[in-house]
């Protein structure tokens, strides 16, 4: 079993950054391929940004790439988001999650954090 535990979020401007953390306990995400999903109010959660065990592969949403960057620190068993030049579009409960495979199907990754609420003012 893997536990994470995202933290980070807030209420920012427009134009504004955050870096959000997901910390996992119970078990090493060496493993891991780690997501980062958003889900907007009235929204379906969506996808954000993966990257794999190694670090080597990412991917992104084509909405946040080149503004947003997936990084990973396996001996902190933890995974980051920073997020630059933010929009109110931006705002929603972002939630890490750990998978086998690199990929941005929500269906296949099997252990997700409870969430933490970005707010991005106009």
Request: aromatic share 10%; glycine share 10%; hydrophobic share 35%.
């Amino acid at each position: 079993q893997v536990q994470l535990v995202e933290s980070g979020g807030g209420l920012v401007q427009a134009g504004d950054s955050l870096r959000l953390s997901c910390a996992a306990s119970g078990r090493t995400l060496r493993s891991y391929a780690m997501g980062w999903f958003r889900q907007a109010p009235g929204k379906e959660r969506e996808f954000v940004a993966t990257i794999s065990w190694s670090g080597g592969v990412t991917r992104y949403a084509d909405s946040v790439k080149g503004r947003f960057t997936i990084s990973r620190d396996n001996a902190k068993n933890t995974v980051y988001l920073q997020m630059n030049s933010l929009k109110p579009e931006d705002t929603a409960v972002y939630y890490c999650a750990a998978g086998l495979v690199v990929v941005t199907t929500e269906s296949r990754y099997d252990y997700w954090g409870q969430g933490t609420q970005v707010t991005v003012s106009s």
